[in-house]
């Protein structure tokens, strides 16, 4: 059983920079993949990112890509997501996710978090 909590939403001009944070608990960590979805109102859930479980393989969405780097500290047990250059259109609910296995696009994901608002204002 792996538990995640998001942390660092809020909100941000447009052109700005914010940081999420994702704390998992449990001593497995390394061995998940991890990945940031979003949820924007009246929209379906979106992929954002992913990390591998050893942080070597990353993934972005198009309309990430250049702007959001993710990223995992094992020591930590803590998943990032470093947004910079946010648009309006990034506004949305920021949720983490886990999955033993390798990185995923898709929904698949074992366990999510609450997640965080982030508002990016025009």
């Known amino acids: 059983q792996v538990q995640l909590v998001e942390s660092g939403g809020g909100l941000v001009q447009a052109g700005g920079s914010l940081g999420l944070s994702c704390k998992a608990s449990g001593r497995t960590f390394g061995r998940y993949a991890m990945a940031w979805f979003r949820q924007a109102p009246g929209k379906e859930r979106e992929f954002v990112a992913t990390i591998s479980s050893l942080g070597i393989s990353t993934s972005y969405a198009d309309s990430v890509k250049g702007r959001f780097t993710i990223s995992r500290d094992s020591a930590k047990n803590t998943m990032y997501l470093q947004m910079s250059s946010l648009k309006p259109e990034d506004t949305a609910v920021y949720y983490c996710?886990?999955?033993?296995?390798?990185?995923?696009?898709?929904?698949?994901?074992?366990?999510w978090g609450q997640g965080t608002q982030v508002t990016v204002s025009s």
């Open positions: 996710a886990a999955r033993a296995g390798g990185v995923s696009q898709a929904s698949d994901y074992n366990y």
